[in-house]
């Protein structure tokens, strides 16, 4: 299976992990709502929400694992690639097995009233250990489907996940209209969490017996060595919660609810227009960690720069053009006129632009397990940001707080940009070329869709979506030629003639 075709796959399969998230989301409520009526669905949601940092026993330690072993895979180091798995998976099994019996103690507490729940409290207690059972039982599953990336399928991973989602989108919604219990509800959803593992263990024998996971070798001094580089992948996450939560917080007190609302909304839309970057930018991660653990650093220069043109152009593209139609996607989506503001959006707007382009220069950092630099400079900056909010927003609101974060993001990129140099500097093939014609572009675009906007944004909606769409031309025109995508088309074309020859 060629380079392409494993990362079409992927992509393949995220795309269907986005559909299947949606019908989750649109099923799901209206059957709960008319089986259970609002308030004992917000229970159950409660419930639910109280479990969900379970989630987050995982330490990390499958993102690094999965991605230490797949090297060690294509390495053929299998004596060590076995010793490694089974020292992680007892790590792992230890910690989930701890967090099971810990969870018992949910049968003393007073959840019922903690919660304000209307279910009897045994009811309560019960459904809540069902879904930390079902949570626990999730990490573990994760583990499992992210063996796959270590025999380059890392889209058959994808399509078990997407798989075991939609089976629970299928017999929850079964059981919300025979109007289950809420501890049966939960008890079959741990169900299928534990069929799923049996399944994917079952496919692995199978296909891969090589690989099969053991739990009977052990190596006491690989517990640091995995504990370690894993905690950093936590502090990564950790960072999502001090630039996109504590905001929040601090905005709520500083500048108000309707601050707040707005705020969201236009996190939000420029969220989307980021979500359709990173797809493909995600779909490279298995093959990253294939060519790193291969030494294949011919062919991993060629991925970076062929992305890089790809995703450098399509940044001002997308960004740009939702930013002048911004204000007719506030009134036909939420009839909010209001919630527009021409600066904040402008701000939010070289926000998301460099976000696009820090998320993809970051993902070869963690695709190599070589993050842990990469997890200081986030956590520690979003720290400094954290504590930034609190007199920006004080001096101007939601605007202060745009600058810090746009600043904090900047800083981010350029020390990222510095660490993928320090990864390909032995290469001699690294340059920032295309770095300098991105700035460029951007900020040209930038001023320009700002200086338009502010003509635009209260005009007839067929004026503004043109104006849009115009931006959005004008911008891939432009990339089309500083990107140099003209070489990219022919390979690419190239290839597919050969393959359809």
């Not at 969490?193 to 049996?198: D, E, H, T, V």
């Not at 929040?248 to 979500?275: D, K």
């Not at 690294?430 to 770095?435: A, I, P």
Request: aromatic share 12%; net charge positive.
């Amino acid at each position: 299976m060629g380079i392409l075709t494993r990362i079409v796959k992927v992509m393949a399969a995220l795309l269907t992990s986005n559909v299947v998230n949606l019908t989750t989301k649109l099923l799901l409520p209206p059957i709960f709502l008319y089986r259970y009526g609002t308030t004992l669905y917000g229970e159950w949601l409660a419930l639910s929400g109280a479990v969900a940092y379970l989630s987050t026993l995982n330490f990390g330690i499958q993102t690094y694992v999965t991605q230490d072993l797949t090297v060690r895979y294509q390495r053929h180091d299998l004596e060590h690639y076995h010793i490694q798995q089974s020292t992680s998976l007892r790590v792992l099994l230890g910690i989930l097995g701890s967090a099971a019996a810990v969870c018992l103690v949910i049968f003393v507490l007073p959840v019922q009233s903690w919660l304000r729940l209307t279910i009897p409290q045994h009811v309560a207690a019960l459904a809540l250990y069902f879904l930390a059972l079902q949570v626990l039982l999730g990490v573990l599953f994760g583990y499992f489907t992210g063996m796959y990336m270590v025999l380059s399928r890392a889209h058959a991973g994808v399509l078990w996940v997407n798989g075991l989602r939609l089976t629970m989108v299928v017999v929850t919604s079964a059981g919300a209209w025979m109007r289950f219990s809420f501890p049966a509800l939960a008890a079959f959803q741990a169900s299928i969490y534990g069929l799923g593992i049996l399944l994917v263990l079952l496919h692995i024998r199978r296909i891969a017996p090589e690989i099969f996971p053991q739990v009977g070798l052990w190596d006491r001094s690989a517990v640091s060595a995995i504990l370690r580089p894993s905690s950093y992948f936590g502090l990564i996450n950790m960072s999502t919660f001090l630039s996109y939560e504590v905001p929040v917080l601090i905005l709520q007190r500083e500048a108000g609810p309707f601050v707040v609302v707005a705020f969201t909304v236009m996190r939000t839309m420029f969220s989307m227009c980021r979500q359709i970057l990173a797809a493909p930018t995600q779909a490279l991660g298995p093959e990253i960690t294939r060519m790193f653990g291969r030494e294949e650093w011919r062919e991993l220069t060629a991925i970076y720069s062929y992305s890089e043109r790809l995703i450098f152009s399509l940044i001002p593209i997308v960004n740009l053009g939702v930013l002048i139609i911004s204000p007719v996607l506030l009134t036909v989506w939420l009839h909010k006129p209001a919630l527009f503001s021409v600066l904040p959006y402008v701000m939010m707007a070289a926000i998301s632009m460099t976000l696009s382009a820090k998320e993809h220069k970051f993902q070869f950092q963690l695709s190599t397990n070589t993050h842990e630099q990469l997890a200081r400079i986030m956590f520690f900056s979003y720290v400094a940001l954290a504590a930034l909010t609190i007199p920006m927003a004080h001096w101007r609101g939601m605007l202060g707080f745009l600058y810090a974060w746009l600043a904090i993001e900047i800083f981010q990129l350029v020390q990222i940009i510095r660490l993928n140099q320090e990864l390909f500097a032995h290469t001699g093939e690294h340059r920032l070329t295309y770095v300098y014609r991105l700035a460029g572009l951007c900020l040209f675009g930038w001023v320009s869709s700002g200086i338009l906007l502010r003509h635009t944004f209260t005009d007839p909606f067929w004026i503004q979506l043109t104006a849009g769409f115009a931006v959005s031309f004008a911008m891939g025109g432009m990339a089309f030629l500083i990107f140099d995508l003209r070489t990219i088309v022919q390979k690419f074309s190239t290839r597919i003639k050969k393959r359809l020859a």
